[in-house]
């Protein structure tokens, strides 16, 4: 069963109480960028449970929350015509690494145009339907430039194991884009891999990450 998702949608939904409960829940990255510019507070109830039985201190409610995918995440896959054999191989791989997956087309290799797909992907991210998308097209660099067309979504293109974990680590990227005729299926399974299993670095990542999201709020969508 899927885990529970928090959108931003649910944070600007929080009662008198200013709180939302996120037991076992997923929250999306700019669900919380937006608790935290509203003064909403993420509360766990489990976690406060278990201290109040002495079983478990010292953790604040937000940093008792998984990190890392755990079991049945839902992550969207997409394809143009160019990416459809890559994306019907990487449904696989996520179904061995224990991810819903969550098949936003296309579904052949009749010729399609790319930005439908990719913003159809970025926008599962951004509802928070999904809490990772994947977009492959010939190159992956339109898919990018589309995706981060959609507000709340950092999509990045890469190519390698060492582009994935930078987009994770340093740059909080929730979209992944790949070049379906440009890399090999197993290059394109550990890129994968690499990105949904890599945490955000935080530290002098997030003011950074920080000016990327404010450009949403100034309105360039």
Not at 11 to 23: K, N
Not at 92 to 113: P, Q, R
Not at 122 to 137: L, N, P
């Amino acid at each position: 069963m899927s885990r529970r998702v928090v959108t931003e949608a649910d944070i600007r939904s929080a009662g008198p109480s200013r709180s939302v409960d996120v037991s076992g829940a997923v929250v999306t990255p700019s669900a919380r960028d937006l608790a935290k510019q509203l003064g909403v507070a993420l509360t766990n109830s489990e976690q406060t449970g278990r201290r109040a039985g002495g079983q478990e201190g010292g953790k604040s409610a937000d940093q008792s929350l998984p990190v890392r995918p755990s079991a049945r995440l839902p992550v969207c896959l997409g394809s143009d015509h160019g990416g459809f054999p890559m994306k019907e191989a990487l449904k696989k791989t996520l179904g061995e690494l224990g991810f819903e997956v969550i098949d936003a087309g296309t579904t052949s290799s009749e010729a399609v145009d790319y930005p439908d797909f990719a913003v159809a992907v970025a926008r599962a991210v951004a509802d928070g339907k999904a809490w990772r998308g994947i977009m492959v097209d010939g190159a992956g660099i339109g898919s990018s430039m589309a995706a981060n067309k959609v507000k709340g979504v950092r999509a990045a293109l890469c190519y390698d194991i060492t582009t994935a974990s930078n987009a994770r680590e340093h740059n909080d990227a929730n979209v992944l884009t790949l070049g379906g005729t440009l890399i090999g299926q197993r290059l394109a399974g550990d890129i994968v891999k690499t990105f949904l299993t890599t945490d955000f670095g935080g530290g002098r990542h997030q003011s950074r990450v920080d000016k990327i999201n404010a450009l949403d709020r100034a309105g360039h969508s």
